[in-house]
């Protein structure tokens, strides 16, 4: 098959996690540019290490702390002068975020051929921003790789043609695979913590519906005070500073509040954890592996996959406690129901279909970008 640069844009924790598999796939041929919306080093640093080298690795280093509109030209005009200046074959973008559709564009303003790994979600909620991002990537991506058939769906739906879809499942289910530590290590990190399993919830928080908003801030945290169960609060960086603005600390303090963790320590906790609450649409396909219930705390979900089995979602409120304690239950008999029911996302194939899919496209002239259609002539 032709080789060439594939160059993947990305500026998040789970965008880096999704991408490890691929990453290690393509290895010298893959180029990751960085370009640092998420800006927490404590968040960036912990899972930079867990990933494979990749041939280059750029970090623009634009930082977040600034408004939505602001950051993405930004992000554009560096990633169209760094393609400018280090021509990439093919880009790939994963996932819904800002540096996502900030590389589509930029890939688009270049004539190169844009993969969207993670197309097709759908929340048809057009007050979450990164409903338009996805909606935008899909309907510039020459390939896109959907991880279900409800995705696929989605995307014939919106008119986008067939042979620019397939469906490869979803890349997190091998990052996991990949990531989690076996049974004794991760026993003794929650030891460590004081826990034991299925004895506590494993929450996240970090969505802007619910953390910029006081009052959804404080039902949330108020609805985790009052389980029977210690909950574990790996504390978001966006979280930690929306708590201190509107003078809530008082509520982690009835909380067991810890630092972000590795992707790997993040799993082990997921692992033993009796349930999971989170706004997190990685979370949500997470426990679908694990074998984990969660309750989603948001308005809408782009993953309907796993309601009613793996999860349900529900705003915030009173319905956050009610559901949890109806996964607490029966918990060692959700957990053996949940141990029978196959993650909707794939079985870990997902990297190798998606290498397969964009080597048979940088190998099609249709699709070719200038420096590897001289490539493919001259070598021809």
């Not at 003794?188 to 619910?210: C, K, Q």
């Amino acid at each position: 098959m032709r080789r060439g640069v594939i160059t993947m844009v990305c500026g998040t924790r789970p965008e880096l996690i999704k991408l490890a598999p691929l990453i290690r796939r393509f290895g010298d041929d893959a180029a990751v540019v960085y370009t640092g919306q998420h800006y927490d080093s404590s968040m960036y640093s912990r899972i930079r290490q867990d990933i494979a080298e990749p041939g280059s690795f750029v970090e623009l280093g634009l930082g977040g702390a600034r408004s939505r509109g602001s950051q993405l030209g930004n992000a554009v005009a560096a990633l169209d002068a760094h393609f400018a200046a280090e021509p990439p074959d093919v880009v790939i973008v994963q996932g819904d975020t800002t540096s996502a559709l900030a590389g589509a564009l930029a890939a688009n303003a270049n004539d190169v051929p844009l993969v969207h790994v993670e197309a097709g979600l759908r929340s048809y909620d057009r007050a979450m921003p990164e409903e338009h991002n996805r909606v935008a990537i899909d309907h510039l991506a020459d390939l896109c790789c959907a991880p279900t058939s409800v995705n696929r769906a989605n995307l014939l739906a919106e008119g986008i043609a067939a042979d620019r879809i397939t469906v490869t499942g979803n890349t997190v289910v091998g990052a996991l695979e990949e990531a989690l530590p076996g049974a004794p290590e991760s026993l003794r990190l929650i030891s460590s913590l004081g826990l034991t399993p299925d004895s506590y919830v494993l929450a996240t928080v970090h969505r802007p519906e619910n953390v910029d908003c006081r009052e959804n801030l404080e039902t949330i945290l108020g609805e985790l005070v009052r389980l029977p169960l210690p909950v574990v609060l790996p504390l978001h960086p966006r979280t930690a500073k929306q708590v201190a603005a509107f003078g809530l600390e008082r509520l982690l303090d009835r909380l067991r509040v810890i630092e972000p963790q590795s992707y790997p320590d993040f799993l082990s906790l997921a692992r033993w954890a009796a349930v999971l609450v989170s706004d997190s649409g990685g979370v949500q396909e997470e426990v679908s592996v694990l074998k984990r219930p969660v309750v989603v705390v948001r308005r809408s979900t782009e993953r309907p996959e796993i309601e009613g089995t793996f999860g349900t979602l529900v705003p915030p409120g009173p319905r956050v406690r009610a559901e949890v304690l109806r996964w607490l239950d029966d918990v060692s008999g959700h957990r053996t129901r949940l141990a029978g029911i196959p993650s909707p996302y794939g079985t870990g194939s997902s990297s190798g279909l998606i290498e397969t899919a964009v080597r048979a496209m940088m190998s099609d002239t249709r699709f070719a970008s200038p420096t590897l259609e001289f490539q493919l002539v001259t070598e021809g």
